[in-house]
């Protein structure tokens, strides 16, 4: 055989071998559509998932917050607790933006009126070293009508309770909406009879900042999450809150203005 005759055959010899290898690689592919039946749903991998966000918030450190002591009476209210920024305080933001704190302690903020910024203040005082009396008190808070005479203790937990009202430590302990709690039955019921002030009864703060005088001007009764009257306020006022009896899902709420 002669050298060309088996080149030939050699060439023809490849050739057919490459035909058989792409014949059985395109055996190999095929597709599988599904069955047009009502047990096969769609792939979940096509549907659309939309996600609402909420717009403006503020999520940064100035909102966060020191949660309260465990079983506490607010350790299970949302929103509670003690600012992680010691400078801001409830209702000290609008839109996400910070205040400017003053050295008397009023805090700057802005709002929005009719699309134009306006700037209110937010009255708040810090509970310093400086303001607690020997015993360990911040002050005294004063009921004539229902003949009550408490101190006051920083914190709401049961420790400070069993002593006397508690100070909700979030806010003001003078200016502003300084709020306190106290028990309403037991041997420390010293808020028990809070729900019977009319407006115009009289409730007397007793600090080493000073003395002030408020006058009732609402006594309503509110769910236990609603934690509205813990904001910081322009004017002078005071809240107390307390239990209501047999109803654990409210809460007294009594809200005095100075006079």
Same mark, same amino acid.
Not at 20 to 32: F, H, N, P, R
Not at 109 to 119: A, C, D, I
Not at 143 to 151: A, E, F
């Given at each position: 055989?002669?050298?060309?005759?088996?080149?030939?055959?050699?060439?023809?010899?490849?050739?057919?071998?490459?035909?058989?290898?792409?014949?059985?690689?395109?055996?190999?592919?095929?597709?599988?559509?599904?069955?047009?039946?009502?047990?096969?749903?769609?792939?979940?991998?096509?549907?659309?998932?939309?996600?609402?966000?909420?717009?403006?918030?503020?999520?940064?450190?100035?909102?966060?917050?020191?949660?309260?002591? #465990?079983?506490?009476? %607010? =350790?299970? /209210?949302?929103? $509670? *607790?003690?600012? !992680?920024?010691?400078?801001?305080? @409830?209702?000290?933001?609008?839109?996400?933006?910070?205040?400017?704190?003053?050295?008397?302690?009023?805090?700057?903020?802005?709002?929005?009126?009719?699309?134009?910024?306006?700037?209110?203040?937010?009255? #708040?005082?810090?509970? %310093? =070293?400086? /303001?607690?009396? $020997? *015993?360990?008190? !911040?002050?005294?808070?004063?009921? @004539?009508?229902?003949?009550?005479?408490?101190?006051?203790?920083?914190?709401?937990?049961?420790?400070?309770?069993?002593?006397?009202?508690?100070?909700?430590?979030?806010?003001?302990?003078?200016?502003?909406?300084?709020?306190?709690?106290?028990?309403?039955?037991?041997?420390?019921?010293?808020?028990?009879?809070?729900?019977?002030?009319?407006?115009?009864?009289?409730?007397?703060?007793?600090?080493?900042?000073?003395?002030?005088?408020?006058?009732?001007?609402?006594?309503?009764?509110?769910?236990?999450?609603?934690?509205?009257?813990?904001?910081?306020?322009?004017?002078?006022?005071?809240?107390?809150?307390?239990?209501?009896?047999?109803?654990?899902?409210?809460?007294?709420?009594?809200?005095?203005?100075?006079?």
């Amino acid at each position: 055989m002669t050298m060309p005759m088996k080149k030939i055959r050699l060439f023809l010899l490849s050739a057919m071998m490459c035909v058989l290898c792409v014949g059985q690689a395109g055996a190999l592919e095929y597709t599988i559509d599904a069955p047009e039946d009502y047990l096969f749903g769609r792939p979940t991998s096509e549907d659309t998932i939309y996600e609402a966000e909420e717009i403006n918030v503020d999520r940064s450190k100035n909102t966060a917050l020191i949660p309260p002591t #465990f079983g506490s009476p %607010t =350790s299970y /209210l949302p929103g $509670s *607790g003690t600012p !992680l920024t010691p400078n801001l305080v @409830p209702g000290a933001l609008s839109g996400g933006l910070v205040g400017s704190v003053s050295s008397s302690g009023s805090i700057q903020y802005p709002s929005v009126n009719g699309g134009e910024s306006v700037w209110n203040s937010a009255s #708040f005082t810090d509970v %310093t =070293s400086d /303001l607690y009396y $020997s *015993g360990g008190h !911040l002050g005294t808070l004063k009921i @004539p009508t229902i003949g009550l005479s408490v101190k006051i203790y920083e914190g709401t937990d049961s420790a400070a309770l069993k002593k006397g009202a508690g100070h909700f430590e979030d806010t003001s302990i003078w200016d502003g909406n300084p709020c306190f709690a106290a028990h309403n039955r037991g041997v420390n019921n010293h808020f028990g009879r809070i729900h019977e002030l009319e407006n115009g009864d009289t409730i007397k703060l007793i600090t080493k900042l000073g003395t002030r005088t408020y006058e009732v001007v609402s006594v309503s009764k509110i769910r236990e999450t609603d934690t509205s009257d813990l904001a910081a306020t322009r004017d002078n006022q005071i809240t107390l809150f307390t239990c209501v009896r047999d109803q654990s899902a409210y809460r007294w709420c009594v809200v005095a203005k100075e006079v």
